[in-house]
Nanobody, 120 residues
Framework: VQLQASGGGLVQAGGSLRLSCAAS????????MGWYRQVPGEQRAMVAT???????NVADSVKGRFTISRDNAKNTVYLEMNSLKPEDTAVYYC???????????????WGQGTQVTVSS
């Protein structure tokens, strides 16, 4: 299983970016997908998650600015980031909880991370 993230970059404060993360490989089911972020010296923190049915959970720090969505047919999760602030600067990691086989334990998989830098 591979999670390939894209869409990071450098943007000015107030700008927008859209992150994408596509899953590839072999699995039985994908449960939750989502995005976490990490800055040096801090723990990785949840940004937003989405269930296979489309229910979302968004961190308070980005609520109203970031929107998570997914395309189950494309096995892809997106993060639309608007009104970006310098404090949003971080490496953003996509994640997915997957079952490789029926009736087996689901595991969390991580993508490689994509840098988002917001300049003031």
């Amino acid at each position: 299983v591979q999670l390939q993230a894209s869409g990071g970059g450098l943007v000015q404060a107030g700008g927008s970016l859209r992150l994408s993360c596509a899953a590839s490989g072999s699995w039985f089911s994908i449960n939750d997908m989502g995005w976490y972020r990490q800055v040096p010296g801090e723990q990785r923190a949840m940004v937003a998650t989405i269930t296979s049915g489309g229910s979302t959970n968004v961190a308070d720090s980005v609520k109203g600015r970031f929107t998570i969505s997914r395309d189950n047919a494309k096995n892809t999760v997106y993060l639309e980031m608007n009104s970006l602030k310098p404090e949003d600067t971080a490496v953003y990691y996509c994640t997915a909880i997957m079952q490789k086989q029926p009736a087996t334990v689901a595991f969390r998989y991580w993508g490689q991370g994509t840098q988002v830098t917001v300049s003031s």
